[in-house]
């Protein structure tokens, strides 16, 4: 029987097998949904209720339960505070993406199930618009290139996508073969517009206007823009062919 489950860490692996030595699949962020299937020692077994990635996940990072959560964390990283005063800040925090609930708010904190939280690196979901997801961009820039990353402490491709449609609760699969499945409306590069996103085998970028984009990109190690016309060529050299532009709205 399924069972439902929260990340309670402020991140949480995704395996492919249940071993800390197996392929990262991708990141479960902190209160996100987890809906466990099996039980193998250490590790659950199931999938992400927000992609249906499935995958295992550590049984010490994640909580029996869902929680009614109210607010997303919308800055890089939201720092805990112990009381409602500024000057009680700690080391701990909520990456961008983080769900959370809100019981009270206050002049310039707010209480959480995680503790308090200034009002500035909150968003609630009723205030959330979906009309320009590409709004927290800076956030990424030049993050670190992490295979299954979903952070600013490292991040891949399809992962960059993943995340910033996530913040305006948009759907949206995690690898970059399903996203371009999913986004059916395809266009021509001389149709290029901001927030199109370009695809190769394996490799998915956003168009940032007509000209350029940005992409988690493996060689450069890190989240970079780049002409688009210079990665089609670049990626050409590794026999990766353009094969298709897909315009999410």
């Not at 109210?70 to 990456?95: E, V």
């Not at 809100?102 to 979901?125: A, V």
């Not at 009309?131 to 990353?149: D, R």
Request: hydrophobic share 35%; aromatic share 14%; net charge positive.
């Amino acid at each position: 029987m399924s069972k439902f489950f929260y990340c309670k860490a402020k991140k949480s692996t995704l395996f492919k097998e249940p071993s800390l030595k197996s392929e990262h699949l991708k990141e479960v962020i902190f209160g996100e949904i987890f809906i466990m299937s099996e039980e193998y020692e250490d590790f659950y077994y199931g999938f992400t209720q927000y992609d249906r990635y499935f995958g295992y996940v550590k049984k010490s990072n994640m909580k029996k339960g869902c929680i009614n959560n109210n607010y997303l964390i919308n800055t890089n990283k939201a720092y805990i505070y112990k009381t409602n005063n500024l000057r009680s800040k700690t080391k701990k925090f909520l990456y961008f993406n983080s769900k959370i609930y809100i019981s009270y708010i206050g002049k310039n904190l707010s209480q959480s199930n995680s503790g308090w939280i200034k009002n500035s690196d909150l968003i609630s979901f009723k205030k959330i618009k979906n009309n320009n997801f590409l709004q927290n961009i800076k956030i990424f820039q030049k993050t670190k290139y992490l295979w299954g990353g979903n952070t600013s402490d490292g991040i891949d491709c399809s992962g960059l996508v993943q995340e910033l449609m996530k913040n305006k609760l948009i759907s949206c699969p995690r690898d970059s073969k399903k996203q371009e499945i999913f986004f059916k409306k395809s266009v021509f590069k001389n149709q290029i517009k901001r927030g199109d996103l370009l695809f190769w085998k394996g490799h998915v970028a956003i168009a940032l206007n007509k000209t350029n984009c940005i992409h988690a990109y493996g060689p450069s190690k890190k989240v970079v823009r780049m002409k688009i016309n210079t990665l089609i060529a670049k990626l050409a050299k590794k026999s990766l062919k353009l094969s298709s532009i897909k315009r999410p709205f």
